[in-house]
Nanobody
């Protein structure tokens, strides 16, 4: 079992930046990928970005490419989501996720690809 705890959310004006953190504890040695999703009120949970914990390769959704980036700190078992140029439409609860499945030829971008989830952190961007 992997436990995930997100932090770093808050209320910011449009154009500002935030960095979200996701700390993983428990049976982290089997984790292959960690990712960020977000869910706005009344909308489905949406994939944002994922990172491979073995090769450090990343994939970012087109909707946030160029503004958001994902990174990790192996020693701290922590994954980060750097969000720049925030817009009101980025307002959502941001969730961290982890998977222990192998994805050799593709990146895991679906909700069902991940079996561990954090509780989420609220990001609100004012106009």
């Amino acid at each position: 079992q992997v436990q995930l705890v997100e932090s770093g959310g808050g209320l910011v004006p449009a154009g500002d930046s935030l960095r979200l953190s996701c700390a993983a504890t428990g049976r982290t040695f089997n984790v292959t990928h960690m990712a960020w999703f977000r869910q706005a009120p009344g909308k489905e949970r949406q994939f944002i970005s994922t990172i491979s914990l073995s090769g450090d390769s990343t994939y970012v959704a087109d909707s946030v490419k160029g503004r958001f980036s994902i990174s990790r700190d192996v020693a701290k078992n922590t994954v980060y989501l750097q969000m720049n140029g925030l817009k009101p439409e980025d307002t959502a609860v941001y969730y961290c996720a982890a998977t222990q499945f192998d994805f050799l030829f593709t990146f895991p971008t679906r909700l069902r690809d991940y079996e561990s989830w954090g509780q989420g952190t609220q990001v609100t961007v004012s106009s």
